[in-house]
């Protein structure tokens, strides 16, 4: 399947209509699609969000950022439109506490090498060790968790297998025209990788993905934040999320108690609120802020020793137009040294 085949998406004639789904993160009791946790109120209350929204030039700094946004550095566009949007899904299914570029990079080569892969049968059958060789050259070994991920692609392969359907078949009706975005979501929320998530991590990294493809991008209007820990990182080190209570700090910085599922959400929540209010003050969209913050936690505001000044690799995307992280002056962590030494939480789960 490739773009000459959907042709029909953008049909003049034929215009799509999407329903509405402005207040869907609010409904989760009446989806029976969902089958998420309650956000924790306890971590909701005990956190201030955006106190320095206004103390910096937010729509100047981010229209300079929008302009210089680095492009995925592994990327699926070569193989057939099919086969990408089964890579992507792939990829948000099973990205949780694992290297974005590793496991992309991995998923690429695993298609070049042996396409027929990605058909559900195949996935419903994948094994722990066929998944286990596949991430075997991750740094990390305690994290390639080979058994729970195999249990997740079983998962996707079984769902899809029992509709009769292929990866496309999720976004495009019979006739490959774009299904509204409800119809969508719900069948993402079907499957078990999406559906654990009050906050919809992976749901929402996955929209996103897709609709960097062609015939796809009217899904970011509906496009809600993705937050991972890298944002969280920053947005703590940054004094956009601030800890109010010693319970809220204990939160953050005792790492020898696991977080659950709806305190991790809850977090990401007032994250997502951030991000939202920031694409309101600067007027550019919530896709683009989102990505931008992205590379600010990866390349930048690394967990081990932040690259403030900018002498890394990865952070050389800033260096035409910044001398130092564009919010280096605004920054609470540099004259606050706990954040710097902020590290990543115990955590179970398979959204984070």
């Known amino acids: 399947l490739r773009m000459s085949q959907l042709q029909l998406l953008f049909d003049e004639n034929t215009p799509i209509i999407y329903s509405q789904s402005d207040k869907l993160e609010e409904n989760y009791k009446e989806n029976k699609f969902q089958i998420f946790n309650e956000f924790s109120q306890k971590i909701l209350d005990e956190f ?17 950022m929008a302009k210089i946004i680095p492009t995925e550095k592994i990327s699926f566009d070569t193989l057939p439109l099919d086969s990408a949007i089964a890579c992507e899904i792939i990829c948000a299914a099973i990205c949780h506490k694992i290297n974005w570029d590793f496991l992309r990079s991995e998923i690429l080569k695993k298609t070049n090498d042996k ?20 991430l075997s050259n991750y740094e990390k070994k305690e994290r390639i968790k080979a058994k729970e991920r195999t249990e997740i692609l079983n998962s996707l392969g079984e769902i899809l297998l029992k509709k009769k359907n292929n990866f496309i078949d999720i976004l ?5 025209r774009l299904k509204d975005f ?71 910085f ?21 991000i ?13 802020i989102n990505q931008i913050e992205w590379w600010i936690g990866r390349s930048v505001c690394l ?13 050389q995307w800033l260096k035409p137009n910044f001398k130092k ?15 710097i030494s902020l590290i990543e939480p115990k955590y179970t789960g398979n959204s984070y």
């Open 276 to 288: 939202k209010n920031i694409s309101a003050i600067t007027a550019i969209d919530i896709y683009t």
């Open 115 to 134: 396409p027929e892969w990605l058909n559900p049968f195949y996935l419903k059958n994948i094994n722990e060790q066929e998944v286990l060789y596949m």
């Open 325 to 339: 992280c564009p919010f280096y002056n605004v920054c609470m962590a540099i004259n606050n040294k706990d954040y």
């Open 172 to 176: 495009c009706n019979e006739k490959y």
């Open 182 to 252: 409800d119809s969508i979501t719900a069948y993402f929320k079907e499957i078990r990788a999406f559906s654990n998530d009050p906050e919809e991590k992976k749901l929402r990294l996955v929209i996103q993905k897709i609709s960097h493809y062609e015939g796809f991008q009217p899904l970011r209007n509906y496009i809600n934040p993705t937050i991972d820990y890298h944002i969280i990182r920053s947005f703590l080190r940054r004094g956009l999320i601030i800890p109010r209570t010693i319970y809220a700090a204990q939160y953050i």
């Open 303 to 315: 967990g081990e020793s932040p690259d403030c000044i900018l002498r890394d690799n990865d952070s």
């Open 254 to 274: 005792d790492v020898s108690k696991g977080r659950k599922e709806n305190t991790i959400a809850s977090l990401r929540k007032l994250c997502s609120s951030t």
């Open 48 to 64: 201030n969000a955006e106190p320095q929204l206004v103390m910096c030039d937010y729509p100047e700094l981010y229209s300079i």
